[in-house]
């Protein structure tokens, strides 16, 4: 994780222990989240201690892995009476029932997470689903899901209008 600011940032897959996070994909039950993607939570629960030792931030925020870790992250700071908004950027699939949903409903977190063109890890894994919508960012290279969409170079473009940053 990054602090920049008061914005508390999550980075993607960068090496064989997110890989591994990324493909531990049976579920753990987190007690008033639900029943979540394990290899994320997992991923989290590795660097919650120094994360909740920072000051609250005013946003969260993260792209691919990254972006189900904040989405995680948002829901544990509700539960302690902190809401910040969360900006998940291309976010795999971590909800395997309502709960994390539910919570995130209730505490009235606002969810901001995005889908850039046809990308295909939000796509991912099959059978678990998001804690809430996406929105539709940028345009597909190709007209079907694709990893080409997923790069963060192409999100930022997509969320600047298509203008190079």
């Known amino acids: 994780m990054h602090v920049y600011g008061d914005v508390h940032c999550f980075r993607g897959t960068d090496?064989?222990?997110?890989?591994?996070?990324?493909?531990k994909v049976l579920?753990?039950?987190?007690?008033?989240?639900g029943s979540v993607h394990s290899g994320f939570y997992a991923a989290l629960a590795a660097i919650l201690p120094a994360c909740l030792a920072l000051p609250r931030p005013k946003a969260i925020a993260g792209h691919s892995l990254g972006a189900a870790m904040a989405i995680l992250y948002a829901a544990v700071l509700a539960q302690l009476g902190s809401i910040v908004p969360v900006f998940a950027f291309e976010p795999p699939r971590l909800c395997a029932d309502?709960?994390?949903?539910?919570?995130?409903?209730?505490?009235q977190v606002p969810f901001f997470a995005t889908r850039n063109g046809c990308d295909l890890v939000t796509q991912v894994p099959p059978g678990m689903t998001l804690p809430g919508p996406l929105?539709?960012?940028?345009?597909?290279?190709?007209?079907?899901?694709?990893?080409?969409?997923?790069?963060?170079?192409?999100?930022?473009?997509?969320?600047?209008?298509g203008r190079h940053v």
């Open 27 to 33: 579920t753990t039950n987190v007690w008033g989240i």
């Open 15 to 23: 090496g064989v222990m997110s890989d591994m996070a990324d493909a």
């Open 135 to 161: 929105t539709l960012i940028g345009k597909a290279t190709v007209p079907f899901d694709n990893i080409a969409d997923h790069g963060i170079d192409r999100v930022i473009a997509a969320l600047a209008g």
């Open 98 to 107: 309502g709960g994390l949903e539910a919570l995130l409903q209730d505490k």
